[in-house]
């Protein structure tokens, strides 16, 4: 059992920028693969990126493509997402979750995530 804690949403104005972070109290994050989703209401789960255990590997979806990054800091034991050019469309509730799989193509299916955290853009 991975338990996984995300934190950093918050309301911002499009355009802002916000960095999530995902912890892993107990458990060592650079042996699993790492992605990042969001659940709007009303809408189906969106995956947006995922980092690899093995290479570094790194997906992301193209809504957010140019515009969010992903990456770890082992010291710290945390997996981080960051969100420039945030747009109206961008609010959700963000996951993160460990993968079974993650290529530059896309992310394997789920196996632990977090509560999530939500993430509000409106002016």
């Known amino acids: 059992q991975v338990q996984l804690v995300e934190s950093g949403g918050g309301l911002v104005q499009p355009g802002g920028s916000l960095r999530l972070s995902c912890a892993a109290p107990?458990?060592?994050?650079?042996?699993?693969?790492i992605g990042w989703f969001r659940q709007a209401p009303g809408k189906e789960r969106e995956d947006l990126s995922c980092?690899?255990?093995?290479?570094?590997?790194?997906y992301y979806a193209d809504s957010v493509k140019g515009r969010f990054t992903i990456s770890r800091d082992n010291a710290k034991n945390t997996v981080y997402l960051q969100m420039n050019s945030l747009k109206l469309e961008d609010t959700a509730v963000y996951y993160c979750?460990?993968?079974?799989?993650?290529?530059?193509?896309?992310?394997?299916?789920?196996?632990?995530w977090g509560q999530g955290t939500q993430v509000t853009v409106s002016s």
């Open positions: 107990g458990s060592t994050l650079d042996h699993y693969n």
């Open positions: 979750a460990t993968t079974f799989l993650c290529s530059e193509v896309g992310a394997g299916p789920m196996e632990y």
């Open positions: 980092i690899s255990s093995s290479d570094g590997s790194t």
